[in-house]
């Protein structure tokens, strides 16, 4: 039977550098929210924070071979790298089929390098709710960089946006006219684009892309790059380190950095906060009582679901808590 | 799940990691790996099950090897190995005898598997 080990054994471990606790922390924070209150509780603030690259795309655009091929080259100039990979869980079993690792084989054996596969488990936007306290558990670990790879995305999942301070975005040739690249969601989120599978062509997308960023009317002092790449043979990918680097000190000299840290937090205090009233409700308003209402709803009263719903909260009171005075 | 060294039968693998998934398990599909990368995977994932897919016929020699590697690496008993392929009953309770938790061998019913994880690995 597997062997248990308890929160301070593991901290401790894991300061050691121990990558076991590292797996193993991040397994707690996974599965149990509620955990990471007590294991950030052993953390000061005195870690250097790492540098966060985002990584997104649709599904098959080679986010992850992209990835082993852009991880190598920071490992090779000497830095630690800590992946996360997200792929979706199944809406039916609640299963994942966890396929980002199989690309990454030629690095994992790097000392300097940590990856892990996480399943969405039903949350959208294009990552797992554990992405954010899995990226803290890297920066304890010392990690010069964080690359969080999201599912295979369609237009609107931009989550990864908010976690990150380089976010690539990756597209194929074959993506669209230039209505599709103009478009709000995905398309406008990146901080450099790449069209990847050069071999293939992709020349008139990367001009589509120029038009759309010369185009833009909120000046932000970076003009995005659009590059092309090969992430099987390499070709392109020295341009693309330059590049996330160039725009790592734009974001520090322009003070940006600073805005995208503080964004990073409120999401995730957001996240919180919705996560905590949603227990909150979950215990004030049982299961059975929404299943009368849908049941009622589906009896003929389709019309009513906000009236019900609405009567449903209308007798919940908040009530906010006094500061108990010291 | 994965296949120690490249003996080219990715099939199975992926249809019992397929079957695995469909039954609400979240599955990292490793691919042809060698003993470190399998090792090595299955500390970074913490994963409760290492699947060995094997139809190379030197399932006796790798299934030590990864064993090995993980009590080097002092996880023996942080993981439950399962064997499948085309491994001949003969070598069942050999590969029993080093720690494998059970060897599912050609005719394996997908569900056989899924009973055997969930009856033997703690929520």
Redesign the interface.
Known sequence: MRKTYDIETLIQNFKNKDKVALAKLITLVENEPDKALEIFKHFDNSDKDSYIIGITGSPGVGKSTLINILAKQLLDEGKSVGVISVDPSSPFSGGAFLGDRVRMTEVSLDPNIFIRSLASRGHGGGISRAVFDISLLYEAFGMDVIIIETVGVGQSEVDIYNLTYTTVVIMVPGYGDSIQIQKAGIIEVGDIYVVNKKDLGGEDIVVQLEMMLDDATVQTGWRPPALMTNSISGEGIDKLVEKILEHKNHLELSEALKKKKKNRFEYKIRNLLTYKVGKVLESLISEEEREKISNSILEGGKYKIYDLVHDLFRNIKFEKKKESSK | MSKPGVDGHWRGGVIV??G??????????????NV??IV??A????V?VIGLSMHSGAHIEYTKRVIDLLDD???K????ILCGGVIPAQDFPKLEEMGVAKVFGPGTVIQDIVDFIREN??E
């Open positions: 990691s397929r695995l998934r469909d039954a609400g398990m979240e599955v990292v599909f490793g691919g042809f790996q470190e990368q090595e995977s500390i970074n994932e913490d409760d690496r002092g996880v008993d942080s993981f439950m690995v703690k």
